[in-house]
Every structure is written in structure tokens, then in C-alpha cells.
């Protein structure tokens, strides 16, 4: 097995510092300082500080025999001596071998295998609550600044503009994991400034959104090339159709867009409550809201905040149809329901909120996001279900999304010795005697 995790969380917690090393070559090693990782490449850890022989030096660090050495390593670390390994100028870099101790290669095996088990899950639900809302609360602040760095990556894109980063997040919100990267393109294209003209008329709204999507053109009526690779069947015979595609060819000439294709959209399976152009339906009588403003978002302190902002339910005509003509369905409102309203609070609200707030130095504004979390109902997914069926109790949407941050960053890439949970078991085993050092 490799344990070039273990290695990393031995070198990390300063097990190795101020220790002495007998290098590969002879040479005396003292670790003075392990540094700081780097973000770019795992297991590399830079300005750290070693003497060789006395002499000391500065530079890179790579931890563990998996671990790329970078030009110019000043040392490398491993649990058992590999290839002798060569820096920018041939000249051998410093290699030692530290023998992890037993107890924690025992306790490290042990975490790897049963990644996926009730192991981790059993050592959540027996945590006092005072522990386990300590591990909530990193786990939760977390995620939410690993959020806030897509949001500032969306916030760069969109020209440093706010109201075009909302509007980015809330059609990827609207459109779900499945077709989330089909959402971004969509606003990108139909842009929060269009929307800002054209929010006087619901219609307008969605011919300007279904229209981008691609959705309102196919069948006899179909005026685009089919060279463009547009194959919806869609065949456009009812009125209201017609009506939103000739309201579309005039909103492409007067802002230039070029819609999507229907390769960009994954519609296998969907449910007709979950297609697109529902969702899509849904969010122009949302936008169409003369109150509907970021703002309105950084204002949210409860559930019910939240619930009553994205209350919408799209026009009569989709009340009978789940996609442009073509698509009847049992006559049923198309609305943003409280669950769908409380995922985007989650996934949307909160996360803005703090990275809104970090931008700004409006430390309030990420207290608030993470109070927000508190009071909305915790979520129920295939991915939570290990966690509850343990034993782990979620009471909001704090809890859930940080159960949700352990599930997906750390066990499902095996990151036992990364993760809060398994450093818990690792720190009573992991003590580096002197006299086992090589």
C-alpha cells in the first residue's frame, strides 16, 4: 500500500522536525522547518528547512516515494529508500527513510479499508456533541471557502459584476448536477443585463432563456442550419410556441446570441418535472419578480426567507406541457417548491453570502451565511444515506452539507490521513519514537 498519506500527516504535525536522519548517502539530516504544502502539487511542501552536515538549506520538500520531486528539492522523504533521485543540476537530492510507526500503519490500513464502511460513521455518531459540532463547523467552513473560490472564479468571469455572478449561480442551481455545466453556458449567453431589459414580460423571459437553450427551434418550424448539429425533436404546432420562437429570433438579432445545441443537454431519464425547459419556465417568472434582486439574497436570515424569495411558478402554458409543444403533461403547477427553494438556499444563498461577504471584508454577512445554514432542514441524498443509516444525526442544512464535505472530499478519494475524522484515530497511534528513527 502506498503511504504517502501517512508520510504527509507525520511531516505536517511536526513529527519530524528537530529530529536527526541518517540520509541514504551518509549524510546527517536535521530537520529544521516542514513549511508550507503546495497548493498545486500534493505531498510537495515548500521553504522548508533542513542541515545536511551542518549546513543548512532552504527550498523544496516531497513527502512520500509517490510524491513528484520538483527541480531543485532540497530533500525527499519516504518510508523506504527508493532510486536515488536527481535535482536540476544532476546533483542527487538528499534522501532519508522514516519508518512510520507500526501502530499507525495498523490504524492508517485499517482507515483505507473500510473507506465506504460504518468505521468513519461509528466514530461520528459516538463523538460527544460538543466534538462532533466542532467537527460540523470546520468541515462546514470548509466547504463553504472552497465554494467561495468558484464563486470568485465566476466573479472574474463575469467582469467582476455581481448581479451576472448571481445569475450565473442561480441557473446552475436551477438546473442540477445533471445539466450544470449546460446552465453556466446558458447564462453566459443570456446574460443577467438581458434579462435586466427584457423582465417586464414574462414571455420574453422565456423565449430569451428557452430560446438560448435551444429549445424553441426544431421540426418544420425549425430555421436554423442543421449543420449546427440542432437535432430536437420538438415540432412546434400551438400558438404560445411560435410565439416564444418569433420573440426569440428577434431577442438573437437584437443581442447577438448564439444558442446552444442540443449536444450541450443531457435529457435521459429526466423526469418531466426535472426537464430544463420547465426549470427554465420556472426561473423567468422568478427573474420576472420586480423585487427580485441580489440584494434580496444577502438579506435571507431564515428558511422561510428563503422559501418565500424563490417562490415562483411558471406561466399557465407550462401547467399542461413539460417541454415546448410536444410535451403535455398532466395538468399540475410548475413551481420552485419548498424543497427545490431550500437546495438553492444551500447551495446558493449561503455560499454567496459568504463569499459576498469575504470580498467585501463584510465579516457579518459570513456569520450570517452560516446561521442561514442552521435553519434550513438538513438534506436527504444517496450520498448521505451511509452517514444516517450509521447513526449520524443531521438537524439543518449545516450538518447535512458538512457530512456532505466529508463524503466527498475525503473518503471518496480515500484521504484518510487529509481528513479531520481519520487524524482523530491516527493521533493515538501516530507518535514517532526517537530510538525508531532510521
Known amino acids: 500500500m502506498d503511504y504517502t498519506g501517512l508520510m504527509n500527516y507525520l511531516w505536517r504535525t511536526g ?48 513527502v512520500g516515494k509517490e510524491t513528484p520531486v520538483p527541480d531543485g528539492a532540497v530533500l525527499c522523504v519516504t518510508e523506504a529508500h527508493s532510486t536515488p533521485v536527481l535535482g536540476v543540476t544532476d546533483r542527487q537530492v538528499i534522501q532519508i527513510e522514516v519508518a512510520p510507526p ?66 450565473v449561480l442561480l441557473l446552475t442551481a436551477m438546473g442540477g448536477d445533471r445539466n450544470r455545466e449546460a446552465f453556466a453556458s446558458l447564462a453566459s449567453k443570456a446574460t443577467a443585463t438581458m434579462v435586466s431589459r427584457e423582465k417586464g414580460s414574462v414571455a420574453r423571459l422565456e423565449a430569451l432563456l428557452l430560446g438560448t437553450a ?90 422561510g426567507d428563503v422559501e418565500e424569495l424563490f ?10 406541457h413539460y417541454k415546448p409543444s410536444g410535451g403535455e403533461s398532466t395538468p399540475s403547477d410548475k413551481r420552485i417548491g419548498r424543497a427545490k427553494a431550500r437546495l438553492i438556499g444551500i447551495n446558493l444563498a449561503a455560499p454567496l453570502m459568504f463569499a459576498y461577504g469575504r470580498n467585501t471584508g463584510i465579516e457579518e454577512l459570513c456569520d450570517r451565511a452560516l446561521d442561514l445554514l442552521t435553519t434550513i432542514p438538513p438534506e436527504k441524498n444517496r450520498l448521505l444515506e451511509r452517514w444516517y443509516a450509521g447513526g449520524c444525526t443531521a438537524e439543518s442544512g449545516f450538518e447535512s452539507q458538512a457530512l456532505l464535505e466529508l463524503e466527498t472530499q475525503y473518503c471518496a478519494h480515500g484521504c484518510c490521513a487529509d481528513c479531520p475524522v481519520g487524524q482523530t484515530a491516527l493521533n493515538h497511534h501516530a507518535l514517532l519514537v526517537h530510538g525508531g528513527l532510521v
Open 214 to 303: 435551444g429549445f424553441l427551434f426544431g421540426g418544420s418550424n425549425r430555421r436554423l442550419d442543421r449543420r449546427d448539429g440542432d437535432d430536437y425533436d420538438y415540432d412546434f404546432k400551438d400558438d404560445y410556441t411560435l410565439m416564444l420562437s418569433d420573440e426569440a429570433r428577434h431577442l438573437f438579432t437584437k443581442y447577438s446570441i448564439v444558442p446552444l445545441k442540443s449536444g450541450e443537454w443531457n435529457l435521459a431519464g429526466l423526469y418531466p418535472a426535472n426537464h430544463p425547459a420547465v426549470r427554465l419556465a420556472e426561473t423567468a417568472s422568478l427573474m420576472s419578480k420586480k423585487d427580485f434582486m441580489l440584494d434580496g439574497v444577502l438579506k435571507c436570515r431564515t428558511s
Open 311 to 320: 417562490d415562483a411558478t411558471a406561466s399557465e402554458y407550462w401547467r399542461t
Open 15 to 62: 513529527q519530524m522536525t528537530w529530529r536527526e536522519f541518517y540520509a541514504a548517502t551518509g549524510e546527517r539530516v536535521r530537520v529544521v522547518s516542514e513549511g508550507e504544502p503546495d497548493e498545486t502539487t500534493p505531498g510537495v511542501w515548500i521553504a522548508a528547512e533542513v542541515t545536511v552536515d551542518g549546513e543548512r538549506r532552504r527550498g523544496c520538500v516531497a
Open 102 to 167: 507500526p501502530a499507525a500503519v495498523c490504524c492508517y490500513d485499517g482507515l483505507r479499508a473500510g473507506v465506504g464502511g460504518d468505521g468513519c460513521t461509528r466514530r461520528v455518531a459516538e463523538m460527544d456533541s460538543l466534538h462532533r459540532t466542532s467537527l460540523y463547523t470546520s468541515l462546514m467552513v470548509e466547504r463553504l471557502q472552497r465554494k467561495t473560490q468558484r464563486i470568485a472564479q465566476i466573479f472574474a468571469a463575469s467582469d467582476q459584476d455581481w448581479n451576472q455572478t448571481f445569475h
